[in-house]
């Protein structure tokens, strides 16, 4: 069984090391010779780092970052509208962190390389994909201009928002709200700088603006460009300074397009799309590389079950599942940016009304800093009850402590898992059943509350017994 991967980001190589674990052969095709060296993602939430522990770089991965301290919103002025503080999860993880993409690449690759299943060819583009059966691919040596058929059991496109693979399965993209460009300045300093350690949004609509502490010595600023509006005509050292940064080098500036798109189609039978080649959101919410671990991490398990003889019907559920909840991702990421930056003076006063009024409710405000996503739509291998006020099912398990050195998730394996308190288990439930009073996690007794779990291994919950 071999599964080629096109994009060697941090998906590509993310679904390649979920795939090996699983014995499957993986060959990565990247165009670029070696990792694109520029800063792009820098953060991640605490479900996300629950695909990179799958994966088996997490904490490798958390010794190169650095966990955030919230969202702190601010007015033109810059005087502080509202903060939403992070802290620790529910996942075994920070809530939120921050970090440089090229580190994250250099902790992925390093695995890759020690993974005797899977190979990296850099420098090759893919010309065609040819079906049915085993699945052909013309590559072409962007260095040579040799070309050559590669075959491979299955083809996952995780190749960016220009995407070969989706062009190439006759995907498009559609519109879930207006695209904006701004401007995105990376930032060195030689000393820490004494800003607050969580991210800055400027509610601005004149001029909406995000500052951020990255990692180590490096931070970032973003500047919202006009309609028309160079990079060139902006005074970038006034704009700077105004967030603390006189003592900082600029290490790049970049205009980035930033959309909010998802793919009408994410399979033509045995080549899939996953990440920004299936979907693209706005930066608001921070989720747009969380959202990419999350498909190949919801899709390499049915993969493997599939090329392992599994109906083929599995590989259906990945649009049914991941579309939805990107879709969903998407629309808050693109209304909350209306919210923090859209509209003129009136909506400067109703702005500062609303979150003031948020956090006097301790109930807004703890859902407002919260990083939990939205769970999975009823389905073939989500059994929500239609009306499910509070149901874990089609969410993720939450990963609290236990006893000894392992993480809840690797105590379950890499199947299917059963979790109980003592409640019956259905006999058609697979996979091994753990009791959580045996595992030294009183959390997990407190929310399993007397219930029976069927857990899915991606962690989802897929099931409730009581």
Excluded at 110 to 124: D, F, I, K, S, T
Excluded at 148 to 164: F, Y
Excluded at 285 to 305: F, M, N, S, Y
Aim: net charge neutral; proline share 8%; hydrophobic share 45%.
């Amino acid at each position: 069984m071999t599964v080629v991967v096109v994009g060697a980001g941090p998906v590509g190589v993310t679904a390649a090391l979920l795939l090996a674990r699983r014995g499957v052969d993986v060959l990565v095709l990247d165009r670029h010779p070696a990792a694109y060296p520029q800063p792009r993602a820098v953060h991640l939430d605490d479900e996300s780092l629950r695909v990179l522990q799958a994966a088996g770089v997490a904490d490798a991965f958390a010794a190169v970052s650095r966990p955030m301290a919230g969202l702190r919103l601010l007015d033109g002025a810059h005087r502080t509208l509202a903060e939403f503080p992070r802290g620790d999860g529910e996942h075994g993880w920070p809530q939120a962190s921050m970090f440089s993409q090229p580190d994250l690449e250099a902790v992925l690759r390093a695995a890759l390389a020690a993974e005797p299943r899977a190979e990296l060819r850099g420098g090759v583009e893919v010309l065609h994909v040819e079906q049915p059966g085993p699945v052909r691919l013309t590559v072409r040596d962007r260095a040579t201009g040799a070309e050559e058929v590669l075959a491979a059991d299955a083809v996952l496109g995780c190749d960016g928002a220009n995407s070969t693979v989706r062009r190439l399965i006759g995907s498009w993209m559609h519109d879930l709200g207006p695209s904006e460009r701004w401007l995105v300045v990376d930032l060195a300093a030689d000393a820490p700088l004494d800003v607050w350690p969580g991210v800055h949004q400027v509610c601005d609509p004149v001029r909406p603006a995000t500052f951020m502490p990255i990692a180590g010595d490096r931070y970032r600023a973003e500047f919202r460009l006009a309609p028309g509006e160079s990079p060139a005509d902006l005074d970038l050292s006034e704009l700077l300074g105004r967030f603390g940064t006189e003592d900082c080098t600029v290490v790049r500036t970049a205009e980035y397009t930033y959309a909010a798109q998802v793919a009408d189609r994410w399979r033509d039978r045995r080549v899939l799309l996953c990440g920004d080649a299936a979907h693209l959101t706005p930066p608001f919410i921070g989720q747009g590389l969380g959202l990419g671990l999350r498909d190949v991490h919801q899709l390499t398990w049915k993969l493997a079950a599939v090329l392992d003889g599994a109906d083929h019907a599995l590989l259906d559920t990945h649009q049914a599942e991941r579309a939805p909840h990107a879709r969903a991702l998407i629309r808050v990421a693109v209304l909350l940016g209306a919210l923090m930056t859209g509209g003129g003076e009136r909506a400067v006063l109703a702005r500062r009304a609303a979150l003031t009024a948020v956090q006097r409710v301790p109930r807004l405000a703890a859902f407002a800093a919260a990083s939990r996503t939205p769970p999975l739509r009823r389905g073939p291998l989500v059994r929500r009850p239609r009306v499910a006020p509070g149901s874990p099912v089609g969410a993720l398990l939450p990963q609290p402590p236990v006893a000894g050195p392992g993480r809840l998730d690797d105590l379950l394996g890499l199947g299917w898992a059963v979790l109980t308190d003592g409640a019956p288990v259905p006999e058609d439930w697979p996979g091994p059943v753990l009791r959580a009073d045996r595992l030294g996690s009183p959390e997990l007794v407190r929310w399993l509350g007397g219930r029976s779990v069927l857990v899915r291994p991606d962690r989802i919950v897929a099931a409730v017994r009581r």
